[in-house]
């Protein structure tokens, strides 16, 4: 459910008021979405770190299937994070700094 909670709000981000909010600190703004300590700061992260691309959505990208091929979860500091914790089992391993993630 937890990693279901961070696709949510990844998901819900795309909105910039609630991502300017969830910036900020303001997880509240998600609504019903509980998080544990580290996925809290984790989607924080995300919101500052949210990619200034355009025409990028998130809205289309199911989380409980194998992300989208050339999504490089490295690009983007903690956006690509917790996009990596929400995809889970059906992302690959990340590798930084010679460390699997």
């Not at 300017?20 to 770190?49: Q, S, T």
């Amino acid at each position: 459910m937890a990693r279901e909670n961070v696709g949510n709000a990844l998901s819900q981000m795309a909105d910039p008021e609630i991502r300017d909010r969830v910036a900020a600190g303001d997880v509240a703004a998600l609504g019903y979405l509980e998080f544990n300590e580290a996925e809290r700061d984790v989607v924080i992260g995300a919101a500052k770190d949210y990619p200034e691309v355009s025409g990028f959505a998130l809205g289309a990208l199911d989380f409980s299937s194998a992300p989208p091929n050339g999504f490089d979860f490295t690009e983007n500091g903690q956006f690509g994070v917790a996009s990596h914790y929400a995809f889970g089992a059906n992302a690959a391993p990340v590798v930084i700094g010679g460390h699997a993630m």
